[in-house]
């Protein structure tokens, strides 16, 4: 991987981390306002409703944030688009499609299957 493509992988990830952090505290606001303790039964069944969609929402995006720092840690250690199992280089075309790629094509077959861990 040339030192372009790192420049902009990098850019993507930090870009995206952004807007994942921008997106937790959205998610956080809504919640704290979505509180009503004088609504009626009906309403707070709605409001229960939104909520959980909330937290299964910010959940995500926060598990979404751990692959990003892992990513950018690995981008500052010098082994970014290298596979964590297997040492192999990960395909540029796969990093730029998921630039939080921790495996390569092989081994994430692998780990989807649960041959690996």
Do not use: F
Request: glycine fraction near 6%; include cysteine; aromatic fraction near 4%.
């Amino acid at each position: 991987m040339n030192a372009k493509q790192l420049d902009r992988l990098q850019s993507i990830l930090t870009t995206r981390r952004q807007e994942l952090q921008a997106t937790l505290v959205r998610i956080q606001q809504e919640v704290r306002a979505s509180a009503d303790p004088h609504a009626d039964t009906a309403d707070q069944a709605v409001v229960s409703y939104d909520k959980n969609a909330l937290h299964a929402q910010g959940d995500q995006a926060r598990r979404q944030l751990q692959l990003l720092d892992d990513a950018l840690r690995r981008l500052e250690a010098g082994t970014y688009g290298e596979c964590v199992l297997c040492g192999k280089e990960i395909a540029v075309t796969r990093l730029e499609a998921i630039p939080w790629a921790r495996y390569c094509v092989d081994c994430q077959e692998m780990q989807e299957k649960g041959i690996i861990g």
